[in-house]
């Protein structure tokens, strides 16, 4: 059988809105009304310190919620009144609803209000529209009303836009002037018109919802008018196996107030009737049914729950009799025939007058300590015994029940020891009161993943973080326990791009729901979403601390061609190329590297373009500092040429310190061209002509340290021949002196 779940199923935007104020209200809080229509969430509420009352003088002081739908301006008037804390969860399309009631009635019309009479959101609006308003359940009771010159037509927000447009018809030909204002909710629509769309194309439909909700009941109507079997139901328990014979395709859909995690459990039971609803062979067929007047049911033969049935197809007597509207059948027991009158009972009489009373009292206390396992509820239960393939667990009951190795735990296990242990306690879902061995059937799996999905909606609702065990790592993402099977895509692990996922297998992350939807068991965690929020708290608090010439140690995230950028703490500052070293570095990666941890010192700031300057060159020894002492003039160095110019060379004696070799110092010579004399990267001798600590300024020449370092040099003996006509005097011998003054 396939089930398939309506689009737009479920809580509703302002539901889910009034239910996160609620929770994240102050407790304990007076809901002025029920919160929801919704049983099961009013009682989660209520455990929650969210208290509903009837009216304000059930509240002395404190704080009053006022729900979804909205109060009129009279008890809001009052609440304040009494001092009373107003929080306003009132929907924004109903809001939106009541103050154009009042604008309406402000410019004199009659607001005329289609929506059930007695409904909290249709008081309010009655509030809001002034006591000349009148509401109308449909257009049979908008014909009974008289002429009004000027009406206006507003409709409650869950009510069918067809009822509305119904009333504005019928009313039309009573008025001179008429406006309408669709002020049903657009989620509503998409609701319903998902709801029909998907009735016309099953067998069977089921709508999920408390009986008291409004929306929910209009939403059984709509899908029991398109001629499928509608049943309304409000939990997984009430369905009834026999509601599905031979479907082939079962609809789900939900009302606005219905929680997420109750549609969820009427998916999964349908999706698994093998497991869940009664077996065929269980059904009643035995039982000789009682004779009933047909009229004691009040004739509601068509109520919703039931199927409608033509009038000359009856269903066999015995299946109306047990298929009651929400109500599971369960396997009933045999009937036990009395003895005839005539016959003596087998044990004598004076035993059964003097035991019964004491028999019964044991029998009545064993009863009262038996818990009722009926399919879909929660009892708890001990591991008294692990086999291969199962657990038994005492619940209380008769007899032990047993959990399959598959519905154990939501994770791949081949062994019951890897979860539970002989004494461990936990909560069980019961699938089926028992089986052919008279043993219940439980899951520990499924009442792990209900008490799962209610955490993981106050999460997504709150928006607080969530631990969770990185399992299995997927095409896409990480597969983390939360309870349920949840799944973080890559791009949501790190607030950049992450290589391997692999490394995360086996950790624990922080993690925020980001989407949940129960008809696909879909949940979407992210753990980018809280970095990023931690990463702005931390980058606002860096920025508020910033001073200009503070010291900060950062780390080295990226390296350009004209410098890195540093994280000091969320904010990124660029320290220049320039200002790495007093040295001349050609590229950032020649002195630092990414993820390298240094300290810098704030140059300048400015926060409105969000820039920050660094320098780490003024945390180091300045070279300049003690040059002249340690290149005295005169002084012969060694140094690189660093670059060239049309008026010398630069040449530097050591990282931050370069002199300038003018091109009159670079030869004896006349140099045209410096390149004619020198390259870039040549190691050249320079010799100190001057040192100016201050402008950090130097001199060089590099004829000079040549001509010194020539004369440094010991002299060496000179080597000539001698010619056979050599007098032994040369004009070197007599003018040696002159020569050299003159060179």
Same mark, same amino acid.
């Given at each position: 059988?396939?089930?398939?779940?309506?689009?737009?199923?479920?809580?509703?935007?302002?539901?889910?809105?009034?239910?996160?104020?609620?929770?994240?209200?102050?407790?304990?809080?007076?809901?002025?009304?029920?919160?929801?229509?919704?049983?099961?969430?009013?009682?989660?509420?209520?455990?929650?310190?969210?208290?509903?009352?009837?009216?304000?003088?059930?509240?002395?002081?404190?704080?009053?919620?006022?729900?979804?739908?909205?109060?009129?301006?009279?008890?809001?008037?009052?609440?304040?009144?009494?001092?009373?804390?107003?929080?306003?969860?009132?929907?924004?399309?109903?809001?939106?609803?009541?103050?154009?009631?009042?604008?309406?009635?402000?410019?004199?019309?009659?607001?005329?209000?289609?929506?059930?009479?007695?409904?909290?959101?249709?008081?309010?609006?009655?509030?809001?529209?002034?006591?000349?308003?009148?509401?109308?359940?449909?257009?049979?009771?908008?014909?009974?009303?008289?002429?009004?010159?000027?009406?206006?037509?507003?409709?409650?927000?869950?009510?069918?836009?067809?009822?509305?447009?119904?009333?504005?018809?019928?009313?039309?030909?009573?008025?001179?002037?008429?406006?309408?204002?669709?002020?049903?909710?657009?989620?509503?629509?998409?609701?319903?018109?998902?709801?029909?769309?998907?009735?016309?194309?099953?067998?069977?439909?089921?709508?999920?919802?408390?009986?008291?909700?409004?929306?929910?009941?209009?939403?059984?109507?709509?899908?029991?008018?398109?001629?499928?079997?509608?049943?309304?139901?409000?939990?997984?328990?009430?369905?009834?196996?026999?509601?599905?014979?031979?479907?082939?395709?079962?609809?789900?859909?939900?009302?606005?107030?219905?929680?997420?995690?109750?549609?969820?459990?009427?998916?999964?039971?349908?999706?698994?009737?093998?497991?869940?609803?009664?077996?065929?062979?269980?059904?009643?067929?035995?039982?000789?049914?009682?004779?009933?007047?047909?009229?004691?049911?009040?004739?509601?033969?068509?109520?919703?729950?039931?199927?409608?049935?033509?009038?000359?197809?009856?269903?066999?007597?015995?299946?109306?009799?047990?298929?009651?509207?929400?109500?599971?059948?369960?396997?009933?027991?045999?009937?036990?025939?009395?003895?005839?009158?005539?016959?003596?009972?087998?044990?004598?009489?004076?035993?059964?007058?003097?035991?019964?009373?004491?028999?019964?009292?044991?029998?009545?206390?064993?009863?009262?300590?038996?818990?009722?396992?009926?399919?879909?509820?929660?009892?708890?239960?001990?591991?008294?015994?692990?086999?291969?393939?199962?657990?038994?667990?005492?619940?209380?009951?008769?007899?032990?029940?047993?959990?399959?190795?598959?519905?154990?735990?939501?994770?791949?296990?081949?062994?019951?020891?890897?979860?539970?242990?002989?004494?461990?306690?936990?909560?069980?879902?019961?699938?089926?009161?028992?089986?052919?061995?008279?043993?219940?059937?439980?899951?520990?799996?499924?009442?792990?993943?209900?008490?799962?999905?209610?955490?993981?909606?106050?999460?997504?609702?709150?928006?607080?973080?969530?631990?969770?065990?990185?399992?299995?790592?997927?095409?896409?993402?990480?597969?983390?326990?939360?309870?349920?099977?949840?799944?973080?895509?890559?791009?949501?692990?790190?607030?950049?791009?992450?290589?391997?996922?692999?490394?995360?297998?086996?950790?624990?992350?922080?993690?925020?729901?980001?989407?949940?939807?129960?008809?696909?068991?879909?949940?979407?965690?992210?753990?980018?979403?809280?970095?990023?929020?931690?990463?702005?708290?931390?980058?606002?608090?860096?920025?508020?601390?910033?001073?200009?010439?503070?010291?900060?140690?950062?780390?080295?995230?990226?390296?350009?061609?004209?410098?890195?950028?540093?994280?000091?703490? @969320?904010?990124? *500052? $660029?320290? =220049?190329? %320039?200002?790495?070293?007093?040295?001349? #570095? +050609?590229?950032?990666? !020649?002195?630092? &590297?990414?993820?390298?941890?240094?300290?810098?010192?704030?140059?300048?700031?400015?926060?409105?373009?969000?820039?920050?300057?660094?320098?780490?060159?003024?945390?180091?020894?300045?070279?300049?500092?003690?040059?002249?002492?340690?290149?005295?003039?005169?002084?012969?160095?060694?140094?690189?040429?660093?670059?060239?110019?049309?008026?010398?060379?630069?040449?530097?004696?050591?990282? @931050?310190?370069? *002199? $300038?070799? =003018?091109? %009159?110092?670079?030869?004896?010579?006349? #140099? +045209?061209?410096?390149? !004619?004399?020198? &390259?870039?990267?040549?190691?050249?001798?320079?010799?100190?002509?001057?040192?100016?600590?201050?402008?950090?300024?130097?001199?060089?020449?590099?004829?000079?340290?040549?001509?010194?370092?020539?004369?440094?040099?010991?002299?060496?003996?000179?080597?000539?021949?001698?010619?056979?006509?050599?007098?032994?005097?040369?004009?070197?011998?007599?003018?040696?002196?002159?020569?050299?003054?003159?060179?």
């Amino acid at each position: 059988m396939e089930v398939i779940v309506a689009d737009h199923a479920g809580f509703c935007a302002g539901v889910t809105r009034s239910v996160k104020m609620a929770r994240e209200a102050a407790q304990p809080i007076a809901s002025l009304g029920a919160l929801v229509h919704n049983r099961q969430v009013v009682e989660e509420l209520a455990r929650d310190g969210i208290r509903p009352v009837n009216s304000l003088e059930e509240i002395e002081s404190g704080r009053v919620l006022i729900r979804s739908h909205g109060v009129t301006p009279a008890t809001l008037a009052a609440a304040r009144e009494k001092g009373l804390e107003i929080v306003d969860a009132t929907c924004p399309f109903v809001a939106r609803a009541q103050a154009l009631a009042g604008k309406l009635a402000g410019d004199g019309y009659q607001v005329v209000i289609v929506g059930e009479p007695g409904h909290a959101e249709v008081e309010g609006l009655a509030g809001w529209a002034g006591p000349g308003a009148v509401v109308v359940a449909g257009k049979e009771a908008a014909a009974s009303l008289p002429f009004h010159p000027r009406r206006a037509v507003i409709a409650q927000t869950t009510q069918p836009v067809a009822k509305l447009n119904e009333v504005a018809a019928v009313l039309r030909p009573h008025t001179d002037s008429l406006v309408v204002h669709n002020t049903v909710c657009q989620a509503t629509r998409q609701r319903q018109e998902a709801a029909v769309k998907l009735a016309r194309q099953v067998d069977v439909m089921v709508v999920v919802g408390g009986k008291e909700s409004a929306n929910t009941r209009h939403l059984a109507e709509l899908c029991q008018a398109t001629g499928t079997p509608t049943y309304h139901v409000e939990q997984a328990g009430e369905l009834c196996r026999q509601w599905f014979i031979n479907a082939r395709r079962v609809g789900v859909t939900g009302g606005a107030s219905t929680p997420a995690w109750i549609i969820e459990e009427v998916v999964v039971m349908l999706s698994e009737e093998d497991k869940v609803m009664v077996p065929e062979e269980e059904k009643e067929t035995e039982r000789v049914p009682e004779e009933k007047d047909p009229a004691a049911d009040g004739g509601e033969d068509n109520a919703i729950g039931q199927p409608v049935t033509p009038a000359d197809a009856k269903e066999p007597e015995a299946e109306d009799n047990n298929v009651e509207a929400g109500v599971p059948v369960e396997p009933v027991e045999p009937v036990i025939e009395e003895p005839a009158p005539d016959e003596e009972p087998a044990a004598p009489a004076e035993p059964q007058e003097e035991q019964p009373q004491e028999q019964n009292e044991e029998m009545q206390q064993m009863e009262a300590r038996v818990p009722e396992l009926r399919r879909g509820s929660i009892v708890t239960g001990t591991v008294v015994q692990i086999n291969d393939n199962e657990v038994l667990v005492d619940v209380g009951g008769k007899s032990e029940g047993v959990i399959p190795l598959n519905e154990l735990s939501h994770r791949n296990i081949s062994d019951p020891h890897e979860v539970v242990a002989p004494g461990d306690t936990f909560e069980v879902m019961v699938l089926k009161p028992e089986d052919e061995d008279g043993h219940p059937v439980l899951s520990k799996r499924r009442a792990e993943r209900r008490a799962a999905w209610e955490k993981l909606e106050k999460y997504l609702a709150s928006g607080a973080e969530l631990s969770g065990e990185v399992i299995e790592v997927v095409k896409g993402g990480l597969l983390v326990d939360v309870g349920v099977r949840g799944f973080v895509p890559a791009s949501l692990v790190e607030r950049g791009y992450v290589e391997d996922l692999n490394t995360y297998l086996g950790q624990t992350l922080r993690l925020r729901v980001i989407e949940l939807d129960h008809s696909k068991n879909k949940v979407v965690l992210s753990r980018k979403a809280i970095l990023e929020e931690e990463y702005d708290q931390q980058r606002q608090a860096t920025w508020d601390s910033l001073e200009i010439g503070q010291v900060r140690t950062g780390i080295v995230r990226r390296l350009t061609s004209f410098g890195a950028f540093v994280d000091l703490g @969320g904010v990124d *500052g $660029l320290l =220049h190329v %320039s200002e790495i070293s007093w040295g001349r #570095v +050609e590229h950032p990666r !020649d002195a630092l &590297s990414e993820g390298q941890e240094i300290e810098v010192r704030i140059l300048n700031i400015n926060k409105e373009e969000g820039k920050v300057s660094l320098g780490r060159k003024q945390l180091l020894p300045n070279p300049w500092d003690t040059a002249a002492a340690r290149y005295p003039v005169g002084s012969i160095v060694e140094g690189k040429i660093l670059r060239l110019a049309p008026f010398g060379a630069f040449v530097e004696v050591e990282p @931050g310190i370069e *002199g $300038l070799v =003018h091109i %009159s110092q670079l030869a004896d010579r006349h #140099v +045209e061209k410096t390149e !004619d004399v020198v &390259s870039v990267g040549d190691i050249i001798p320079v010799k100190v002509l001057g040192v100016d600590q201050e402008a950090q300024r130097m001199s060089l020449s590099l004829r000079q340290a040549i001509h010194d370092k020539g004369k440094s040099k010991p002299q060496q003996p000179e080597k000539h021949q001698e010619s056979p006509d050599d007098s032994g005097v040369k004009l070197g011998d007599l003018f040696g002196e002159l020569f050299d003054e003159t060179k």
